[in-house]
Each structure stands twice: as C-alpha cells, then as structure tokens.
C-alpha cells in the first residue's frame, strides 16, 4: 500500500481572503504611526526629550517581547465555539482604541511616564490583535503555495493601510490648512473609527477550524527548544536584521531626506508615500517569485535588491531633485513588503514541522516569537535617536545642524539599514524548509491522521 497523499488544499475565495484582509488595514494604519510618527511628536511637540522618548520605546518594546511568548500560549490554548484567534482579535480592540486615544491626542507638556503607561497598553492590544490575526491566517491553507497567496492579500492590505494613515496628514494639512498636532490626532481618530468596521468584516466573514485539543507548551525550556529548531534559526534572525534595517529607514526618513536633502515636510511625506505605493505594487512580485524559486530565495533576491536600490537612491540622487528622487524611492519601495509577506508565510509552513515533531500545534507560539524578532528589531532602530543626541543633532522644529552631524546621520540612515539587508539575504539563502521538504512533512502529517 502506498503511503497517503497530504489531502488537497482548499483553495480560499478572493472573497474570504479581502474580508481577512480587511482586519489589516487598521493595524497597519496605527503600526507605521507607532514607531515614525508617534516618536517625533512627542520628541518635537509633546515636549519630551529625545534621548526619553528613545529609552521609553525601547524599554517598553523589550517588555512587549517578553510578554509576547505568554500570549501566544495562552491563545493556542483557547478553544470556544467561536474559534481562538476569532475571539482574541474582538478582545483587542477595545484595549487598542483606548490607548490610541490617549496616544494621539497627548497634550503638550505630557511626561515621558504618560507616555510609558498608554504605550504599555497599546502595545497589549496590539500583541493581542496581530498575534490572532497572523496565526489565524497560517490555518486558512496547509498548501505551501497558497500560503504565499494569503499572505500576499495580508501584505497587500497592510500597505492600503499605511498608505491611507500616510495620506491623512496630506490632507489635513494641505487641504484643509490644519497644523501638524491637528493630523496627528486625525490619524488617532482614523484607527479607532476603522477598528470596528474591519474588524467585523474579518469575524464575520473569514472560517476558522476549531482547536479540538489545545496543546501543553512546557513553558520557558519549550520555547527556547522551539527557538533552537534548525528550521526556525535562520528565519528568526533574518527577521531581526530585517527589522532593524525597516525600522531605521522609518525613523530617520524625515530627519535624512529634510535635514540632508534639502525637501520640505510636504515633500517627504509625498515621497513616504510613493515608498509605501511602490511596497504595494512589489508585493504580488514577491508572491509570485516565491512560487517560482521558493519563499526563501525569493526573500533572499529581493533583500539584495532593496539594499542596492536604498543605497543607490540615497546615494546618488542630488540634493533638492525632488523628481529624481521620488522615482528612486519608488524603485527602492518595490521591495518593502516582501519580509512581512514571505518570512510569514515560512513561519505557517514551520509551525506545520513543529506539529510533526512535537505532536502539538503550537502556532501561536511560533507566531509571537517572530513577532518578538520583529518588534526587538523595531525597538533597537528606535535607538537611533539616542546615537543622534550623542552626535548633537538638533530634532526641534527649525533647528539647525553643523556639516558633521549631517555626516552621521547620513552614514547612519544608508549604510547600516544597507549591510542589515545584505546580511539577511546571506543568512537566509540556506534555509532548510524548502516546497519538496515541506510535502514530505504534510504526507508525514497525513499518516499520522490516518493513524
């Protein structure tokens, strides 16, 4: 008798995979916010100092990290006649919406412990929020290629939610003559009135299989097991170094393109957005490349691709050349969204090596540790404020610095994000779960149903 065959994929509607798409776009939309916005309005306009409000995001980040790995347990343990991850997302969104509102509409003179607190908070929610989303969409499709295509929708949705946050303050200022303080608070208002309606769209409409039999975890000694998995070494650190190259475009994209290139606010935020539209217009690239060579490969080229593309457009792109400028930020943009899309989707075809070996899904687990790489990665860019008030750079608004402290800050926006992307593609080139090893798993896992 030959051995099973896995059984066949289903293939998710385009209609089922908008309305689980829909939960992403207000958790995009607050999650650029959180770490290029939020930190400069309460350096420059809440009043807190720089080197506070780096030290307040990196410690709470840190904090976030550690409680990440609980709640991943705590909701692969969950099973209710609803689902698990169904029940999580609706349980955070109240958390999130409080805490945006404070966040966003934080007076002047707020200290660096207000900041703290509401942060805390928001970070919760959101942990909650993304942890149930993204280990929701691993068990949409056990199928290696149609996991790419669920995550390219999430990936898809993410960006129209960046980019609409990042639309709000074009239109808040351009349009209708508002202050910087006044779009802030609009991007606030714009989350928490999404929230909800996304959010029904995705518990209504998306199926979720029960968890019959939820899972011990061993606390502690398992996950550090789980993090020492020959399949899960590689895609971790890629994803730190990932995190850390992202992150640090983000944080200093106003201060480089403004302080070093000479452009106004209005036209970095044009030229954010261009970046963010061109991570919309990559994302389906990388999906379908991933298809082609393989989830890994394809992450490898297209980090080779960004750190060229970032190094070239910041390089060679002259001072004031705003068309110029925008065209190279758009090339470079092509590559954005390929880390989010296709180490998520090889975290969903992990979790399924991690069920063969431990005869236990502990997706959600898996889920908050990439999570955790993710945020340590965000949080250590974050940093990069405090190495700008050790060179004396001056963030308040009109202020103006000396040629070496432009220097710095230069070297610091294009040549580490550069050598962080260079060095996930060479950590990742060999990553061992690859489409053929992958069906050997999911035969593996037939057998053991049949079983």
Request: aromatic share 12%; proline share 5%.
């Amino acid at each position: 008798m030959s051995d099973p065959a896995p059984p066949a994929a289903e293939r998710r509607s385009n209609w089922t995979l908008a309305a689980f798409a829909a939960s992403c776009l207000p958790y995009a939309a607050l999650g650029l916010p959180v770490y290029v916005t939020l930190p400069e309005f309460y350096a420059s306009h809440v009043g807190v100092p720089l080197a506070a409000v780096s030290l307040v995001f990196l410690i709470v980040r840190l904090a976030d990290i550690v409680v990440d790995p609980f709640l991943g347990m705590v909701i692969d343990r969950t099973s209710t006649k609803w689902g698990r991850y169904r029940v999580w997302m609706a349980a955070g969104a109240p958390i999130l919406m409080g805490s945006v509102a404070m966040l966003f509409f934080a007076r002047e003179g707020a200290s660096a412990l207000y900041l703290t607190a509401w942060l805390v908070v928001m970070y919760l929610g959101y942990s909650i929020s993304l942890l149930s989303q993204m280990s929701w969409a691993s068990v949409l499709s056990p199928d290696y290629d149609q996991r790419s295509r669920i995550y390219g929708w999430w990936q898809v949705a993410n960006i129209i939610g960046v980019l609409a946050v990042l639309a709000i303050p074009a239109v808040v200022q351009g349009i209708m003559g508002g202050t910087y303080i006044d779009a802030v608070r609009a991007q606030g208002w714009f989350i928490i009135g999404l929230l909800p309606v996304a959010l029904f769209f995705t518990l209504r409409f998306t199926p979720e299989p029960l968890n019959a039999a939820p899972p011990p975890h061993g606390g502690l000694k398992s996950t550090l097991a789980l993090i020492a998995k020959p399949v899960l070494r590689r895609l971790l650190v890629s994803d730190l170094l990932l995190g850390c190259a992202r992150g640090l475009i983000g944080v200093l994209f106003f201060y480089f393109f403004e302080q070093a290139r000479g452009f106004d606010r209005e036209q970095t935020s044009i030229m954010l957005l261009v970046y963010f539209v061109a991570g919309l217009v990559g994302a389906p690239i990388w999906a379908v490349l991933a298809t082609r060579i393989g989830k890994h490969m394809s992450l490898a080229v297209a980090s080779v691709f960004f750190a060229v593309s970032f190094a070239a457009a910041t390089l060679l792109v002259p001072p004031g050349a705003f068309g110029l400028a925008l065209g190279a930020i758009f090339f470079t943009g092509l590559a954005f969204g390929s880390g989010d899309l296709l180490l998520r989707a090889m975290m969903a075809d992990a979790s399924d090596v991690v069920r063969l070996e431990d005869d236990a899904d502990k997706t959600g687990l898996l889920f908050s540790i990439l999570n955790a790489t993710s945020k340590l990665g965000y949080a250590f860019s974050v940093g990069a404020f405090a190495v700008l008030e050790w060179m004396g750079f001056q963030a308040e608004t009109g202020a103006v610095n000396t040629p070496q402290v432009i220097a710095g800050l230069s070297w610091l926006f294009i040549a580490v994000p550069a050598v962080l992307l260079l060095a996930t593609a060479w950590v990742v080139r060999l990553y061992p779960l690859t489409e053929e090893r992958h069906l050997v798993v999911r035969e593996d896992l037939a057998r053991r149903a049949l079983r």
